[in-house]
């Protein structure tokens, strides 16, 4: 397996949840050749384990920690997170590839469902949530409509006349955690056992955090971290170069796996969605000002100060924004800003300051007319 192909390996399997036989045979396929070599990789540098199975590949990813960058799965309301669950415990006790009716699973979440979460399906909002839900079920392939559309059930409780079938993978969907989650008396018992359970070494932590999270920033609690990483940042970039498409980036504040150009097959920042190109205009002007950072090279902003960059950022470059982003106002402007900065560690609103991290200062851009 040369670096080529170690480099296709790597950003199939941490691009991806999992690859289905069914849906990408090639990519299946090319996986399940070079498995002794992932497998054996995977597991000495990024102490990960890696899952084959006749209908899917799939490289175990569990997060160190909850943070904003880790996306929007689509939901909207906590009782969305709720029927979710309520629903994976109905599909887990299926076994695979069983038809069911929309009626079944209904009558199973109201069995299913605990005393506080009071279910009526006379109530739009709740079909709507469900419908929501069904529809993420779909999308990550645990179950397939066989016959029938849930926008009808959206629309009235009486249209429950849709079949649906679990798939082959959907039971291994859900992570298991190191005992019963009974066991746990809250999330947090149930997160620190789970970061017990890891068994990593420092530099397989290391490997694992810079592959799956957007930025690593030196603080007090990861001193030893960035001690670590400087002794070995030329074996790091070594094995960055030959076989994946990340450069390792490594300064006193801040540590990162990058990547050149623009790619709409992988989750990267700056993608071509307008919104990054307003950020990056954002860091334009952070760079042009006279602020002071403190010891970890963050910037505060008061709200005041946030308020008129926004405005700034507003004269100076509305002219070569999409219309959605030039018919908003400086307060709309000011919330999507800060939401996709929060995806992206780049910065965060912190009660009435913004905290703008060092990795926002690497960043810069020059606007133009086709004109100049």
């Given at each position: 397996?040369?670096?080529?192909?170690?480099?296709?390996?790597?950003?199939l399997?941490?691009?991806?949840?999992?690859?289905i036989?069914?849906?990408?045979?090639?990519?299946?396929?090319?996986?399940?050749?070079?498995?002794?070599?992932?497998?054996?990789?995977?597991?000495?540098?990024?102490?990960?384990?890696?899952?084959?199975?006749?209908?899917?590949?799939?490289?175990?990813?569990?997060?160190?920690?909850l943070?904003?960058?880790?996306?929007d799965?689509?939901?909207?309301?906590?009782?969305?997170?709720?029927?979710?669950?309520?629903?994976?415990?109905?599909?887990?006790?299926?076994?695979?590839?069983?038809?069911?009716?929309?009626d079944?699973l209904?009558?199973?979440?109201?069995?299913?469902?605990?005393?506080?979460?009071?279910?009526?399906?006379?109530?739009?909002n709740?079909?709507?949530?469900?419908?929501?839900?069904?529809r993420?079920?779909?999308?990550?392939?645990?179950?397939?409509?066989?016959?029938?559309?849930?926008?009808?059930?959206?629309?009235?409780?009486?249209n429950?006349?849709?079949?649906?079938?679990?798939?082959?993978?959907?039971?291994?969907f859900l992570?298991?955690?190191?005992?019963?989650?009974?066991?746990?008396?809250?999330?947090?018992?149930?997160?620190?056992?789970?970061?017990?359970?890891?068994?990593?070494?420092?530099?397989?932590?290391?490997?694992?955090?810079?592959?799956?999270?957007?930025?690593?920033?030196?603080?007090e609690?990861?001193?030893?971290?960035?001690?670590?990483?400087?002794?070995?940042?030329?074996?790091?970039?070594?094995?960055?170069?030959?076989?994946?498409?990340f450069?390792?980036?490594?300064?006193?504040d801040?540590?990162?796996?990058?990547?050149?150009?623009r790619?709409?097959?992988?989750?990267?920042?700056?993608?071509?969605?307008?919104?990054?190109?307003?950020l990056?205009?954002?860091?334009?002007?952070?760079?042009?000002?006279?602020?002071?950072?403190?010891?970890?090279?963050?910037?505060?902003?008061?709200?005041?100060?946030?308020?008129?960059?926004?405005?700034?950022?507003?004269?100076?470059?509305?002219?070569?924004?999409?219309?959605?982003?030039?018919?908003?106002?400086?307060?709309?402007?000011s919330?999507?800003?800060?939401?996709?900065?929060?995806?992206?560690?780049?910065?965060e609103?912190?009660?009435?300051?913004?905290?703008?991290?060092?990795v926002?200062?690497?960043?810069?851009?020059?606007?133009?007319?086709?004109n100049?």
């Amino acid at each position: 397996m040369n670096g080529e192909q170690m480099s296709q390996a790597m950003q199939l399997l941490f691009e991806h949840f999992w690859i289905i036989r069914e849906d990408a045979p090639e990519q299946y396929s090319f996986l399940r050749r070079h498995q002794g070599q992932l497998q054996k990789e995977l597991r000495q540098r990024f102490g990960m384990n890696l899952i084959i199975r006749p209908q899917y590949i799939q490289l175990l990813k569990r997060p160190h920690r909850l943070a904003p960058w880790m996306g929007d799965i689509g939901f909207q309301e906590p009782a969305d997170y709720a029927l979710f669950c309520l629903a994976m415990a109905y599909v887990e006790d299926l076994e695979a590839e069983t038809p069911f009716m929309l009626d079944e699973l209904i009558r199973s979440l109201g069995l299913l469902a605990p005393e506080e979460l009071l279910l009526d399906w006379t109530n739009y909002n709740q079909r709507k949530s469900l419908v929501r839900v069904l529809r993420k079920l779909i999308s990550l392939r645990l179950i397939e409509t066989i016959q029938g559309d849930t926008a009808y059930f959206e629309h009235s409780e009486a249209n429950q006349e849709v079949l649906f079938a679990t798939t082959t993978q959907a039971r291994s969907f859900l992570a298991r955690a190191p005992q019963s989650y009974t066991q746990y008396s809250d999330f947090a018992a149930f997160w620190a056992d789970l970061q017990e359970s890891r068994g990593l070494e420092i530099n397989q932590l290391l490997y694992q955090r810079l592959m799956m999270e957007p930025v690593l920033m030196r603080s007090e609690e990861t001193e030893e971290e960035f001690s670590r990483l400087r002794n070995y940042a030329r074996y790091m970039k070594d094995f960055l170069e030959e076989n994946t498409e990340f450069s390792f980036e490594l300064y006193r504040d801040y540590a990162a796996f990058t990547t050149e150009g623009r790619d709409a097959a992988k989750a990267v920042f700056p993608s071509r969605q307008v919104i990054d190109d307003l950020l990056i205009q954002t860091a334009t002007l952070l760079r042009q000002s006279t602020l002071q950072e403190d010891y970890q090279g963050i910037v505060l902003l008061h709200e005041e100060q946030w308020e008129s960059l926004i405005k700034t950022l507003q004269e100076k470059y509305q002219a070569f924004w999409s219309k959605e982003f030039k018919e908003m106002s400086c307060a709309q402007l000011s919330q999507v800003i800060l939401h996709r900065g929060e995806n992206w560690q780049l910065l965060e609103k912190a009660e009435n300051q913004v905290k703008i991290y060092p990795v926002f200062g690497r960043m810069i851009a020059e606007m133009r007319t086709e004109n100049e």
